[in-house]
């Protein structure tokens, strides 16, 4: 019997799959975030509206330990990651999370640290695109998981802050002078890290944090047709791009092209490719499996 909570490993019989290798997920129970998966998409939701979604020690391992897992599900293609009512997240709780923290030593807390780090690891590590739809506040912790996300998805009503900087911390907070430069470029990261002010809807889609806004009415919607779109493409190929992206992040251009040769060598070995090609000779649209 599967317990709540769980991510429980299903045996496929499949001659071609290594045994007790593949995860099922579709059917699994989430105990501190919403989750549900639709035709290989899965949503994530960040489910304390009441509060503005903030997150906890119980959930930020949760989202760890999911992320993990989704590397080996064969049933999720895509994931959305949302939060409940009008706010994406307000990053840690802070009678939940700060408050227990001023009390830690610390080895305890860098073992805290360390996790929260691992929730970005695990999402940049898993072969699935993750659409985050951010409407409302999208804070502290928070903006790092819309910033760990592959796309972003905001509204003009959105507030983006990393506001270590306001709460006595360093902006250096899972992996954010790493990524945030990336995605705004150096200086309006170091902007937005040593001030911790907030950017607004329109701000962070000129920037390029957002790759566009929606009316938030529509926001779930754009995000989950994305998604939708992106689950009937070669989610094969999909998940070599996520991975040649990280990568590359390290690579000289000569180590990058070799590179992708070897990756683009192993996309057109797939049953996809082939698929597309036949698809293209007789005039018609490819219907991608992911293998």
Not at 231 to 258: C, V, Y
């Given at each position: 019997?599967?317990?709540?909570?769980?991510?429980?490993?299903?045996?496929?019989?499949?001659?071609?799959?290594?045994?007790?290798?593949?995860?099922?997920?579709?059917?699994?129970?989430?105990?501190?975030?919403?989750?549900?998966?639709?035709?290989?998409?899965?949503?994530?939701?960040?489910d304390r509206?009441?509060?503005?979604?903030?997150?906890?020690?119980?959930?930020?391992?949760?989202?760890?330990?999911?992320?993990?897992?989704?590397?080996?599900?064969?049933?999720v293609?895509?994931?959305?990651?949302?939060?409940a009512?009008?706010?994406?997240?307000s990053?840690?709780?802070?009678?939940?999370?700060?408050?227990?923290?001023?009390?830690l030593?610390t080895?305890?807390?860098?073992?805290?640290?360390?996790?929260?780090?691992?929730?970005?690891?695990?999402?940049?590590?898993?072969?699935?695109?993750?659409?985050?739809?951010?409407?409302?506040v999208?804070?502290?912790?928070?903006?790092?998981?819309?910033?760990?996300?592959?796309?972003?998805?905001?509204?003009?009503?959105?507030?983006?802050?990393?506001?270590?900087?306001?709460v006595?911390?360093?902006?250096?907070?899972?992996?954010?002078?790493?990524?945030?430069?990336?995605?705004?470029?150096?200086?309006?990261?170091?902007?937005?890290?040593?001030?911790?002010?907030?950017?607004?809807?329109?701000?962070?889609?000129?920037?390029?944090?957002?790759?566009r806004l929606?009316?938030?009415?529509?926001?779930?919607?754009?995000?989950?047709?994305?998604?939708?779109?992106?689950?009937?493409?070669?989610?094969?190929?999909?998940?070599?791009?996520?991975?040649?992206?990280?990568?590359?992040?390290?690579?000289g251009?000569?180590e990058?092209?070799?590179?992708?040769?070897?990756?683009?060598?192993?996309?057109?070995?797939?049953?996809?490719?082939?698929?597309?090609?036949?698809?293209?000779?007789?005039?018609?649209?490819?219907?991608?499996?992911?293998?």
């Amino acid at each position: 019997m599967r317990e709540k909570g769980t991510v429980t490993r299903h045996l496929r019989g499949d001659p071609h799959r290594l045994p007790d290798s593949r995860l099922q997920l579709a059917g699994y129970r989430a105990r501190h975030v919403g989750y549900q998966v639709t035709d290989r998409v899965a949503t994530i939701t960040l489910d304390r509206p009441a509060r503005k979604n903030p997150l906890t020690f119980e959930s930020y391992a949760e989202l760890r330990d999911l992320f993990r897992a989704m590397a080996y599900a064969d049933d999720v293609a895509v994931i959305v990651l949302t939060g409940a009512g009008e706010n994406f997240c307000s990053g840690g709780d802070v009678h939940e999370i700060i408050g227990p923290l001023t009390a830690l030593d610390t080895p305890g807390l860098l073992a805290f640290t360390r996790m929260t780090g691992d929730v970005i690891k695990a999402m940049r590590a898993c072969p699935q695109p993750i659409v985050a739809a951010v409407d409302g506040v999208c804070a502290g912790a928070g903006a790092m998981l819309a910033l760990a996300s592959d796309i972003r998805l905001g509204t003009a009503r959105s507030a983006v802050a990393f506001l270590f900087a306001r709460v006595g911390l360093a902006g250096c907070d899972m992996g954010a002078c790493t990524l945030l430069p990336r995605v705004v470029g150096q200086g309006r990261a170091a902007e937005l890290l040593y001030t911790g002010r907030k950017m607004g809807g329109d701000e962070a889609e000129r920037w390029g944090f957002f790759n566009r806004l929606c009316d938030p009415a529509q926001l779930d919607a754009a995000a989950h047709a994305l998604a939708a779109e992106l689950a009937s493409g070669p989610t094969f190929a999909a998940g070599m791009t996520k991975r040649m992206l990280h990568q590359e992040w390290n690579m000289g251009l000569d180590e990058a092209i070799e590179a992708e040769a070897q990756a683009q060598a192993l996309c057109m070995a797939t049953n996809d490719f082939h698929r597309a090609y036949h698809a293209f000779v007789a005039k018609q649209k490819p219907r991608f499996e992911g293998d």
